[in-house]
């Protein structure tokens, strides 16, 4: 069946890079996605890649796909206290959006 | 344009009630799905609707319901609250006809059963 998995938590300094990684199961997928989750708040859309690309960059963000091991990752450059939050992984393809239960990323001082 | 808009933000309900969600997606958006978050079974997907039909539902009782009005707003009903219903019930709208497009979410419905 469909699935996307991440790792649960990540703590990584300030200043340091973070890097989160997803699989999914879904090749048929069209779309993946990173969403930004803040307490209390809703998912926030930090930047998605079609299917058939293999990496993405957005400012500090770097999204990488690899498709034949369906593995998605993304990396925050320079990472700052204000990127602690829950990163969703999702894949989209059909009439529904497949979400992993989110990385929760701790960032110190 | 203003974004997904979610009613009321907080909520608290007694076990055997029920509850009624509204969400008022982005303008010109016509498509809406609901999620339920919780601490331990993340972001599980409820149902989407498009153009006043449902188009994808996802693996829940039916004591959960919604629906879509003409101008797109969407409500979710659920009857014969349990403890277990407690959770962030999260509205999401998307633009495009074909699936597989972005979908932008609104803050939530905090909902608490006792």
């Known amino acids: 069946g469909e699935d996307v998995e991440q790792s649960l938590f990540l703590s990584v300094r300030e200043g340091d890079s973070s890097v989160i990684n997803c699989t999914y199961t879904?090749?048929?997928?069209?779309?993946l996605y990173w969403y930004k989750q803040e307490p209390g708040a809703g998912l926030q859309l930090l930047t998605y890649?079609?299917?058939?690309?293999d990496m993405k960059q957005d400012q500090r963000l770097t999204v990488l796909l690899n498709k034949k091991d369906k593995h998605l990752s993304l990396r925050i450059a320079d990472t700052q206290t204000g990127d602690s939050a829950i990163y969703f992984c999702?894949?989209?393809?059909?009439?529904?959006?497949?979400f992993g239960a989110g990385t929760r990323l701790f960032v110190k001082a | 344009k203003a974004g997904v808009t979610q009613t009321p933000r907080y909520l608290i309900k007694t076990r055997g009630q029920q509850v009624t969600l509204s969400c008022s997606p982005i303008?010109?958006?016509?498509?809406v799905s609901w999620y339920q978050q919780t601490p331990g079974q993340g972001l599980q997907f409820l149902f989407e609707?498009?153009?006043?039909?449902?188009?994808n539902k996802g693996n829940f009782p039916g004591r959960f319901s919604g629906r879509q009005f003409s101008n797109s707003r969407s409500e979710m009903n659920v009857s014969t609250l349990e403890l277990g219903d407690s959770a962030l019930y999260l509205c999401?709208?998307?633009?495009?006809?074909?699936?597989?497009?972005?979908?932008?979410f609104g803050p939530g419905t905090r909902l608490t059963v006792l």
């Open positions: 303008s010109g958006h016509r498509s």
């Open positions: 890649i079609f299917s058939n690309m």
């Open positions: 999702a894949e989209a393809g059909g009439f529904k959006t497949i």
């Open positions: 879904d090749s048929s997928s069209t779309y």
């Open positions: 999401a709208s998307s633009a495009l006809v074909a699936g597989g497009d972005t979908q932008y």
């Open positions: 609707y498009f153009s006043e039909t449902q188009r």
